[in-house]
């Protein structure tokens, strides 16, 4: 028997919901993954001649929800620092599309997520994160301030809520397949 | 106090060992397909031969499991774990399962995430 799995990515910005979202719906407590980076130093020259180099460990939180015998989902939630693109690049490489999640108390905290998937042309939809109770802003002007072409879907959701995080998740794939659908066409 | 080593610091040393000695230098996998998500399960094969850092990794594979599931469980990180499973599959240790990141996700897988999401 083989085995496929399929990843949809959890983005947002700091403090967003992005954990809170995958524990809600995944079928294991989320996990850890951990990426250990390398950067060598730039510009000028290092008269001792000795290489400095630094490290740093970004964290990847994910769960996992088995759909079928065959199948399995993970969703991968993005590492809290929005500087380590190419960890994006990992998680976004033949992904099904990813949830942007968005705080009203900071909408332009979410903003590199969107630009991301924009130019990467990953179907994506903003998840509006109502566990901060009330949202004073209205979907035009949520829509306006991610700069959210007319096409991206818009959802409200209490990311501590599995029905309502499953809903988002179910959002995303019709749309990934309406743009599929549409492409193919 | 004196500046002559007493030998000492060996022991502390000793204990350390770079990772890249584990996956025989190697510091990216062969197959540059493995993802994240990959699928791998072990083979029912003589495993007498292998160190007891590979037999960890395969003793997380009785099942089908991912690659980030088994860095997390087992603390290894991510970059480290994938050289480690490529050496397994290589071996003939491991099976792996076909990524979905290798086809165009198609709208048949997707109508079957749709449907499993929807049975939750």
């Given at each position: 028997m083989d085995r496929t799995s399929v990843k949809i990515v959890i983005a947002g910005g700091f403090g967003t919901g992005k954990t809170t979202l995958v524990g809600s719906v995944s079928e294991i407590a989320p996990l850890t993954t951990e990426e250990i980076l390398t950067e060598a130093s730039l510009g000028v020259d290092d008269t001792t001649g000795v290489e400095s180099k630094t490290h740093t460990t970004v964290a990847l939180d994910f769960g996992r929800i088995t759909i079928s015998p065959d199948v399995v989902l993970y969703l991968f939630g993005t590492p809290?620092?929005?500087?380590f693109w190419f960890m994006w690049d990992e998680l976004a490489q033949g992904a099904v599309g990813a949830i942007v999640l968005v705080d009203t108390r900071r909408l332009d905290s979410s903003f590199p997520a969107v630009d991301y998937f924009e130019r990467r042309r990953l179907p994506f939809i903003a998840a509006v994160n109502r566990f901060y109770g009330e949202?004073?802003?209205t979907e035009a002007e949520i829509r306006s301030a991610l700069e959210l072409g007319p096409e991206v879907p818009l959802v409200w959701l209490d990311a501590r809520d599995r029905e309502s995080s499953k809903m988002a998740l179910i959002s995303l794939v019709r749309h990934a397949m309406a743009r599929l659908a549409l492409r193919s066409a | 106090m004196t500046d002559s080593w007493d030998g000492e610091d060996e022991d502390e040393a000793g204990r350390f060992v770079p990772l890249y000695i584990l996956v025989n230098?190697?510091?990216?996998?062969?197959?540059?397909?493995?993802?994240?998500?990959t699928q791998v399960v072990a083979l029912?094969?003589?495993?007498?031969?292998?160190?007891p850092e590979y037999l960890q990794i395969l003793s997380r594979c009785g099942g089908w499991i991912s690659i980030a599931e088994i860095g997390a469980y087992l603390h290894i990180p991510l970059t480290i774990i994938k050289v480690m499973v490529d050496v397994l599959l290589e071996q003939g240790y491991l099976k792996i399962g076909s990524p979905?990141?290798?086809?165009?996700?198609d709208l048949r897988l997707l109508d079957a995430v749709l449907a499993g999401l929807e049975r939750l």
């Amino acid at each position: 028997m083989d085995r496929t799995s399929v990843k949809i990515v959890i983005a947002g910005g700091f403090g967003t919901g992005k954990t809170t979202l995958v524990g809600s719906v995944s079928e294991i407590a989320p996990l850890t993954t951990e990426e250990i980076l390398t950067e060598a130093s730039l510009g000028v020259d290092d008269t001792t001649g000795v290489e400095s180099k630094t490290h740093t460990t970004v964290a990847l939180d994910f769960g996992r929800i088995t759909i079928s015998p065959d199948v399995v989902l993970y969703l991968f939630g993005t590492p809290g620092q929005d500087r380590f693109w190419f960890m994006w690049d990992e998680l976004a490489q033949g992904a099904v599309g990813a949830i942007v999640l968005v705080d009203t108390r900071r909408l332009d905290s979410s903003f590199p997520a969107v630009d991301y998937f924009e130019r990467r042309r990953l179907p994506f939809i903003a998840a509006v994160n109502r566990f901060y109770g009330e949202c004073e802003y209205t979907e035009a002007e949520i829509r306006s301030a991610l700069e959210l072409g007319p096409e991206v879907p818009l959802v409200w959701l209490d990311a501590r809520d599995r029905e309502s995080s499953k809903m988002a998740l179910i959002s995303l794939v019709r749309h990934a397949m309406a743009r599929l659908a549409l492409r193919s066409a | 106090m004196t500046d002559s080593w007493d030998g000492e610091d060996e022991d502390e040393a000793g204990r350390f060992v770079p990772l890249y000695i584990l996956v025989n230098g190697r510091t990216s996998p062969r197959d540059t397909a493995l993802d994240l998500a990959t699928q791998v399960v072990a083979l029912r094969v003589d495993t007498t031969r292998l160190e007891p850092e590979y037999l960890q990794i395969l003793s997380r594979c009785g099942g089908w499991i991912s690659i980030a599931e088994i860095g997390a469980y087992l603390h290894i990180p991510l970059t480290i774990i994938k050289v480690m499973v490529d050496v397994l599959l290589e071996q003939g240790y491991l099976k792996i399962g076909s990524p979905a990141q290798q086809k165009v996700v198609d709208l048949r897988l997707l109508d079957a995430v749709l449907a499993g999401l929807e049975r939750l």
